[in-house]
C-alpha cells in the first residue's frame, strides 16, 4: 500500500468514524449524486511531492500529500447554495482537525483552502472542495 492509498483510507475512516459526518462517505466519486442525496463526502488524492531538498540514500524520505475533500449538498428555494453545505465542511473540517495525525498514520495534516462550485450537476449542488496536504515520511527505498 503506497503512502498516497494510506493517507486516503485514513481520511475516509475517519470521516465514517460513528456518528459519520454524513450519510455518504466515498472514496474518489466519479458520478453526479444519486437522486434524493442530499449530503455527500467523496475523498480524493490530488497530488504527491517530496518535500525535502536533498536525498540521502538509506535515509527516510518526507513527503507531502495533497487530499481534496468534496463536501456535497443540495440546496432548495428556501436555503443558499453556500448555507446549504456550510454545516457539511464544517463537520469535515471539525473531525479531521481534531486528530490532524489520522491516529498517528500521518505526521500532520495542514488545510489549505477551501473552493466552493455552485450547481456542480445541475441538480442544484453545491460543491465545497477541502484542501488538505499530509505531510508523510518513508523508507527511501519504499513509497510506503
Known sequence: TTLVN???TAVVAALKAAPAVCTQVDRVRLRALPQGTGL???VRPLVAQVAQADFVPGVPILWHTDIAIECYARSTATTAPDVAVDALVQAVYERLMADPTLAGVVLNLQPTSVAYEFDADAEQ???????LTARQRCGAATFT
Do not use: K, P, Q, R
Open 125 to 131: 449542488t453545491t460543491c465545497a472542495t477541502l484542501s
Open 6 to 8: 494510506t493517507v486516503v
Open 40 to 42: 455527500a463526502v467523496a
